[in-house]
C-alpha cells in the first residue's frame, strides 16, 4: 500500500492589548477585539471559506477516494464561532462527508507538554470534547502544538488513550531513515508516529509562489513525478502545513487554489499513491521500528527545536512566572481567571519574543503586532502582572481555600506578593533601560545585519544591561538616560493598527516549518 496524507494546521492567536503605560490593576480585559477580529475576518475570507469550499468539492469530485485531516485549536475555534461562524459551518459540512477527520491538540495551543503533565491533560480533553461536540468525532490521534514531540511526551499522550502522534521527521532525529514509514514510541509500543515529509510539504507551503526556486513554476504533474521518485517501498508520505497556505502565505494569484483543484487528479491517475486519514494509516499499515527522540524538536525553523519559543532569557522567564501560579490559579477555581489563565499560554505570545534573525526573521514577523521582541515581553509581563494581582485578590477573599489551610493560604499569597514584586521590578527596568525606544532610529533594539553590544559604564549602575547574553540589545544611551515609567496615574492604551497590504501584490511570507 502506498498512501498520501494531507493534515492542515488552523489555529489563529489572540493578540493581547498594549500595556506597556498601562497602571497594573486599573482594567482586567487584556485581549485587542479588533486586531483580533479583523485578522480573522480578513484570513476567513482569503483562506478559510474557499479552501474549505475547494476541498468539500474535491470530496464530492472523487467520491470518497480524497481524505484530509485537521487540526483546529480551541483558540481559534472560539474566534470563528464568534467573528465567523459561517467558517465553522463549513467544517461541519465536510465532518458530514466521512472523508475529514479532526486531531485532537491542547485547547490553547500551549506549551504545556514542556512543563506541567496535568495541565496538557486538562488542555487535551478539553479540546477533544469540544472537537466531538462540533463535529461528532472523538479524536484518537494527537497532534501537539507546532509538531513538538519526544519519547517522554508521546508517552504521556499514549497514556492518555490516543493511538497515534504526529511528529516531524527532522532530519537530526531520523539520521538515515526515511519519514514515509510509519514508526512507534520506544516507550509505549501501542503509540503510533506519523512523521511529516517536511521537504514535500515545504514545497508547496512555503516556496510554491517563490519564482527563485529552480523547480518554479510547481504543478500538480511535477509533484506526481516527485512521488513516483520514491524509492518504492516507502509506504506512506504526510503533508502537513498551516491552512493559511491557501489563499493567505500563498495568495491566490500564485495559482496555488489551482494547483491543489488539479492534484488529487494527478495523484490518483498517475501514480500507485493513494489518499488515507491518519486512522486509515494506522489501520492499514504496520510500525517498522521504534524512533527515538530523547529530547523535544518541533517542525519550526532551520533548526526543528523549541528555541521558536523557548530560546531566550525574556522567553524563559515569562514562561517560568506563568506556570509559578499554576497551582493557585486551581485552588482558587475563578471562571475569569481560568479563561485568561488559558489564552495567556497561547504559544505565540512567547513566539513574539523570539530574537532569531536572519534565515527566519520574516517568519517571525508575519502578523506579529510588536515592534521587537523586548515590546513583546514587556506587554506581556504587564497583562502576567494584573493576573497575578487579580489572582491574589482573589485568593484574599477565600480565607480558607479548600484544601489549604489558613497559613498555607497565607504562604501562598506571600509568596505570589513577592512574584508580582518581582515582575513590576523587571518592567520599570526595560522601561528605565530604553529596551525599546521608537523615536530614535540609532537606539533601535534590533539590527538584523549587525548585532553589537556596546560596553556598559561600569560607575553607572542605573545604565546596566538588561541581559548579558543577547548582543541585539544595544546597550544604553550612556549620556542621557532616561527612566520611563509606567504611569499609575494616566492609563494609556496603546492601538494597534490592523495589518496592512497592498490587496494588488501576491507575497509568499508565512510560518516557515
Known sequence: MKTICFYFQVHQPLRLRTYRFFDIGDDHYYYNDYLNKSILQKVAKKSYLPTNKLMLDLINKYEGKFKIAYSLSGTVIEQLEKYAPEVIDSFKALAATGNVEFLAETYAHSLSSLKSDEEFKIQVEKHSQKIEDLFGQRPSVFRNTELIYSDSIGEKVANMGFKAMLAEGAKHVLGWKSPNYLYFNPNNKKLQLLL??????????????????????????????????????????????????????????????????????????????????????????????????????????????????????????????????????????????????????????????????????????????????????????????????????????????????????????????????????????????????????????????????????????????ISKTKPEAKAIEKTKPKAKAISKTKPKVEAIEPVKEDENKPKAKGKKK
Open 196 to 465: 511529516r515529509n517536511f521537504k514535500l510539504s515545504d514545497d508547496i507551503a512555503f516556496r510554491f509562489s517563490n519564482q527563485r526556486w529552480n523547480e518554479w513554476p510547481l504543478t500538480a504533474d511535477k509533484f506526481a513525478t516527485w512521488l513516483n521518485a520514491l524509492p518504492k517501498n516507502e509506504e506512506v508520505v504526510n503533508l502537513f502545513m498551516d491552512y493559511e497556505t491557501f489563499g493567505e502565505h500563498q495568495w491566490k494569484e500564485t495559482g496555488v487554489f489551482d494547483f491543489m483543484a488539479s492534484l488529487p487528479e494527478a495523484i490518483l491517475k498517475n501514480t500507485k499513491y493513494t489518499f488515507s486519514t491518519p486512522s486509515d494509516v494506522i489501520r492499514d499499515l504496520q510500525p517498522v521500528a521504534p524512533l527515538h527522540v530523547p529530547y523535544p524538536n518541533s517542525w519550526a525553523d532551520e533548526e526543528r527545536d523549541l528555541t521558536a519559543w523557548l530560546g531566550n532569557e525574556l522567553q524563559d522567564d515569562a514562561f517560568d512566572n506563568l506556570y509559578a501560579i499554576r497551582d493557585l490559579v486551581y485552588k482558587v477555581k475563578d471562571e475569569a481567571l481560568l479563561k485568561d489563565w488559558s489564552n495567556l499560554q497561547t504559544s505565540d505570545h512567547f513566539y513574539y519574543m523570539c530574537t532569531k534573525f536572519y534565515s527566519d526573521g520574516d517568519v517571525h514577523s508575519y502578523f506579529n503586532p510588536y515592534d521587537s521582541p523586548y515590546d513583546a515581553y514587556v506587554n506581556y509581563m504587564n497583562v502576567l502582572s494584573d493576573f497575578i494581582e487579580r489572582l491574589h485578590a482573589k485568593a484574599a477573599e477565600i480565607s480558607v481555600p479548600e484544601g489549604l489551610s489558613l497559613e498555607e493560604t497565607n504562604q501562598l499569597i506571600a509568596q505570589y506578593e513577592e512574584a508580582i514584586a518581582k515582575l513590576k521590578s523587571q518592567v520599570k527596568l526595560l522601561e528605565r533601560h530604553k529596551v525599546i525606544e521608537k523615536t530614535k532610529p540609532e537606539a533601535k533594539v534590533i539590527e538584523n545585519t549587525k548585532p553589537q553590544a556596546e560596553a556598559i559604564e561600569k560607575t553607572k549602575p542605573e545604565a546596566k544591561a
